[in-house]
Nanobody, 117 residues
Framework: QVQLVESGGGLVQPGGSLRLSCAAS????????MGWYRQRPGRQRELVAS?????????ADSVKGRFTISRDNAKNTVTVYLQMDSLKPEDTAVYYC?????????WGQGTQVTVSS
């Protein structure tokens, strides 16, 4: 079992930046890849960025060149970051972290990101 705690959301103006954090604990040795997902109003949840144990990354086209995923490995925890730059109003969403592919019982509360002037 893995526990995931997201943080770092907030309100930002268009063109601004935010950094999200996801602290993973528990059976982290079982994790091959982790990702950041988002659910925009009226849309299904989507994977926006992922990172493997070897730090290989992948991005959705909508965020490529603006978002950067990274990870920091400690002894018993893994922290995954999502640096979001050049934010647009359409990036407004609840952002979640989960493993890739996602596990239903790992979804947390997420963190709200609102991009608005």
């Amino acid at each position: 079992q893995v526990q995931l705690v997201e943080s770092g959301g907030g309100l930002v103006q268009p063109g601004g930046s935010l950094r999200l954090s996801c602290a993973a604990s528990g059976s982290i040795f079982s994790i091959i890849a982790m990702g950041w997902y988002r659910q925009r109003p009226g849309r299904q949840r989507e994977l926006v960025a992922s990172i493997t144990r070897a730090s290989s990354t992948n991005y959705a086209d909508s965020v490529k060149g603006r978002f950067t995923i990274s990870r920091d490995n400690a002894k018993n925890t893994v922290t995954v970051y999502l640096q979001m730059d050049s934010l647009k109003p359409e990036d407004t969403a609840v952002y979640y972290c989960n493993v890739v592919p996602s596990r239903r019982n790992y979804w947390g509360q997420g963190t709200q990101v609102t991009v608005s002037s």
